[in-house]
């Protein structure tokens, strides 16, 4: 039923994929660095790099507000699955793979497949997706500066 669309975004950061995972799963301190995105676990107390599939999590990316599923997370990835039931799902992921660019670098990637009723919004001729992919690039860009910021 429906379409799918799929987009994503990357980057290059400058720390290997055990550092840029690391800071990525600090949901807490998101706000010291994050200029828009929310994440936290619905469990409280429950430690980021703890969650496993079945697992709620609270996200915001800058006013879209939602409360996915966890479906994996690993060391190189975490991925989600979010629905409004009958008119999308959409399964996100993000990707800490070791860069093929920079020796001890990592591309961090985030990659979402929408499907369902809804899907078209995500189409390259709509606004919408050039929305969230700023958002998606901001968050991104954020992401490695703090990173970078740090010693590893």
């Known amino acids: 039923m429906g379409q799918t669309q799929s987009i994503s975004a990357e980057i290059e950061i400058q720390a ?4 840029v995972r690391s800071v990525f799963l600090e949901f807490s301190k998101y706000k010291q660095w994050s200029q828009k995105w929310t994440i936290e676990p619905t469990e409280p107390g429950k430690d980021p790099s703890e969650l496993k599939d079945g697992d709620k999590i609270k996200v915001d990316m800058g006013g879209m507000a ?14 989600w699955v979010g629905s ?3 008119l999308f799902t959409g399964k996100h992921e993000f990707w800490f793979n070791p860069s093929e660019q920079n020796s001890g670098g990592t591309r961090f990637i985030q990659v979402e497949e929408i499907r369902g009723l809804l899907a078209f919004i995500m189409a390259p001729i709509w606004g919408f997706r050039q929305k969230v992919l700023f958002g998606w690039n901001q968050f991104n860009e954020d992401l490695k500066k703090e990173v970078e910021s740090r010693p590893f």
């Not at 290997?16 to 550092?19: L, Y």
Request: cysteine-free; hydrophobic content about 40%; aromatic content about 4%.
């Open 16 to 19: 290997p994929p055990s550092a």
């Open 66 to 79: 939602f409360s996915p599923v966890i479906v994996e997370n690993t060391s190189e990835t975490l991925h």
């Open 84 to 86: 409004v039931p009958l």
